[in-house]
């Protein structure tokens, strides 16, 4: 079984700092996927970023990085320069990547908020 | 727009009705996914797909829920009898796999948000 643990339900943060938001996992699975997602008011599921379990870097899109330490089990999101547009919700979720086990399971989300 | 689209956006209905939701995938995505998401939580798989092939099914999923895809393109889920509880937002989404692995994220679409009286 996977699990995935947010342990920040909300946080505030002033605009064009940076932040980080925390995501902890835990699978039996030698090889998994670590994922981001975020979600606006209007509800749509939108990919932010991947991290394969067998990766050496850590992940990279745009203003996003992911901060993997796998033998930590942890997996967060750092978003620097933040916008007003970033505030929504942000799940951390991951799945198994062989075939048959790619059900993704999320966290319950940390909702974030832009302060001009 | 070549997104995955789910239809209707919202559905109000009576406790006892049945109702039904469509989901259109990306068009070349042979996996299809239907998650449900309540209020302050993340989604919770419910099923999946490949190509026609319904692949796994959740214990979320009761006799009540029925999920079909019959020519591997568009998906619908229909719920019999509704409940109370069965109110959420009804997320699919759908991705590529090739081969035995997949590395390709799941897009997901805008949702069908089910609220039921």
């Known amino acids: 079984a996977q699990k995935i643990t947010q342990t920040q339900p909300g946080m505030f943060v002033q605009e064009k700092e940076a932040v980080t938001l925390d995501c902890t996992y835990d699978t039996s699975d030698p090889s998994y996927g670590l994922f981001w997602y975020k979600q606006p008011s209007s509800g749509e599921m939108i990919f932010l970023i991947y991290?394969?379990?067998?990766?050496?870097q850590n992940a990279t899109e745009g203003r996003y990085s992911l901060n993997f330490q796998k033998a930590r089990k942890s997996a967060n999101l750092v978003i620097s320069a933040s916008q007003l547009g970033d505030s929504a919700m942000y799940f951390c979720a991951m799945r198994g990547i062989n075939f048959g086990n790619e059900k993704l399971t999320f966290g319950t989300g940390t909702r974030l908020t832009i302060i001009p | 727009d070549t997104g995955v689209s789910q239809d209707p956006r919202h559905k109000i209905t009576k406790r006892g009705q049945n109702v039904t939701f469509r989901c259109d995938p990306i068009s070349e995505h042979n996996r299809l996914y239907w998650y449900r998401q309540t209020l302050g939580q993340g989604p919770e798989f419910l099923t999946y797909?490949?190509?026609?092939?319904?692949?796994?099914k959740s214990r979320l999923l009761s006799d009540r829920f029925s999920a079909e895809r019959p020519k591997g393109s568009f998906s619908t889920l229909e719920i019999q009898r509704t409940e109370q509880g069965d109110s959420a937002m009804y997320l699919c989404?759908?991705?590529?796999?090739?081969?035995?692995?997949?590395?390709?994220?799941?897009?997901f679409g805008p949702g069908t948000r089910l609220t039921v009286l």
């Open positions: 989404a759908s991705s590529l796999m090739t081969g035995g692995f997949s590395y390709n994220e799941q897009f």
């Open positions: 797909f490949q190509n026609e092939a319904q692949l796994e």
């Open positions: 991290q394969g379990s067998y990766d050496q």
